[in-house]
């Protein structure tokens, strides 16, 4: 389990699933030629094949008045995905979330960087048949632009099912708040818009004692794709902006002492861009 310190906050890193090679239905220009050719994502985000490692995991932000989830990944017993390995999952993420000090109903904030399957999962759980709020007690953040984009989108069946068993539970359970991509959640802890992916997307970052750290959500799925930000993932929904996005973001933090926590990077998970030629590299 991996944490770190970020002034007075502690964010921690909780496990569904990680796995290497399988990630060209996201990523197709990051071939295995294509990624052997940025030798730094050696050990850490590549094997010596150039087989990409990922991970859907969660981050747990605790500050000293909020406890907050940072995306839910995929779930238990969800159905009708498009990744037959991500159907009817049997996991331990629950018992891994307490083991880690965060039962479930200790958690008072659930913020959604975007509402694709690997990120709302966990928002519900099934009980006798229904799908329930996860997490009973929290807040469920959602960007307006991004839940309405969502709620209005009924033309996938795999996307139905996902807003179905859940987004729509927790809606109609009175527990979600639709607030601006920028919005601060508490002293320490604000959105960041990262539009491209999603509609909506945001990042959270985090400041706190003079330290500052950004979850990144999917604006960036791997850290190939700072060697590479015109790699535009497959499901980004303007390619174009998710790339003016990245050039963005990364040139802005390239250099500083901002912690970049990436919400699917496996291994190490995060580190300091810095400039590499006319693209950037991550150190860990």
Not at 30 to 59: N, Y
Not at 112 to 133: A, I, R, Y
Not at 137 to 151: D, K
Not at 191 to 210: E, K, M, Q, R, Y
Request: contains cysteine.
């Amino acid at each position: 389990m991996q944490s770190w310190r970020v002034g007075s906050v502690t964010v921690t890193k909780i496990v569904e699933l990680e796995a290497t090679g399988g990630s060209k239905f996201l990523l197709p220009q990051a071939t295995r030629e294509a990624c052997l050719a940025i030798p730094w994502l050696q050990p850490h985000f590549m094997d010596e094949e150039g087989r990409l490692k990922m991970s859907v995991h969660a981050l747990v932000i605790q500050t000293p008045t909020r406890r907050i989830i940072v995306d839910t990944c995929l779930g238990n017993d969800k159905e009708g995905r498009g990744v037959p390995g991500w159907n009817k999952l049997q996991g331990p993420f629950l018992r891994d979330l307490a083991a880690a000090g965060f039962p479930r109903e200790s958690i008072d904030t659930v913020m959604c960087t975007h509402l694709h399957v690997d990120h709302v999962g966990w928002n519900t759980m099934l009980v006798d048949g229904k799908w329930v709020p996860t997490f009973p007690n929290a807040r469920y953040l959602m960007a307006r632009t991004e839940f309405e984009y969502w709620q209005a989108k009924r033309d996938s069946a795999e996307h139905n099912a996902i807003f179905d068993d859940s987004v729509k539970p927790v809606f109609e359970a009175g527990l979600v708040d639709l607030v601006d991509t920028n919005h601060q959640i508490c002293d320490e802890v604000r959105l960041v818009p990262t539009v491209g992916h999603t509609p909506g997307h945001c990042s959270v970052s985090i400041s706190s004692g003079g330290h500052e750290a950004l979850i990144t959500g999917d604006f960036v799925h791997h850290p190939c794709q700072m060697a590479m930000p015109a790699w535009a993932a497959t499901v980004d929904y303007d390619s174009t902006q998710s790339t003016r996005t990245r050039r963005e973001v990364f040139g802005r933090l390239a250099g500083t002492s901002t912690l970049v926590i990436g919400t699917h990077f496996a291994g190490p998970t995060a580190g300091h861009i810095k400039t590499d030629g006319d693209a950037f590299r991550m150190e860990v």
